[in-house]
């Protein structure tokens, strides 16, 4: 099992950038497939992005491509998620999970982080 803790949220204005990490700890990171999602205030979890076990796969929710990047560097255990051209709508908590899959469902990711905060303020 792996646990998961996510950092890098804070607020930002709309147009900016922050680069959210997601820190592995536990067996076997580099077997896991990894994704971030988001939940907004009154809203249910929303798929941003996800990424194979080797990285050499992505994908990303509509609402997001071509803005965010996500990314994983095996040797150190962590994840990450660019995100460039921020919007308001793009306030949420955003979590990492990992999956035995490829899969953008969130009730097939298994390990979850306790989430970051991003704020974008127009």
């Known amino acids: 099992q792996v646990q998961l803790v996510e950092s890098g949220g804070g607020l930002v204005q709309a147009g900016g950038s922050l680069r959210l990490s997601c820190a592995a700890s536990?067996?076997?990171?580099?077997?896991?497939?990894m994704g971030w999602f988001r939940q907004a205030p009154g809203k249910g979890r929303e798929f941003v992005a996800r990424?194979?076990?080797?990285?050499?796969?992505?994908e990303y929710a509509d609402s997001v491509k071509g803005r965010f990047t996500i990314s994983r560097d095996n040797a150190k255990n962590t994840m990450y998620l660019q995100m460039n051209s921020l919007k308001p709508e793009d306030t949420a908590v955003y979590y990492c999970?990992?999956?035995?899959?490829?899969?953008?469902?969130?009730?097939?990711?298994?390990?979850w982080g306790q989430g970051t905060q991003v704020t974008v303020s127009s």
């Open positions: 990424i194979s076990w080797s990285g050499s796969s992505t």
């Open positions: 999970a990992s999956t035995a899959l490829a899969t953008m469902r969130a009730t097939q990711y298994s390990n």
């Open positions: 536990g067996s076997a990171f580099s077997s896991y497939g």
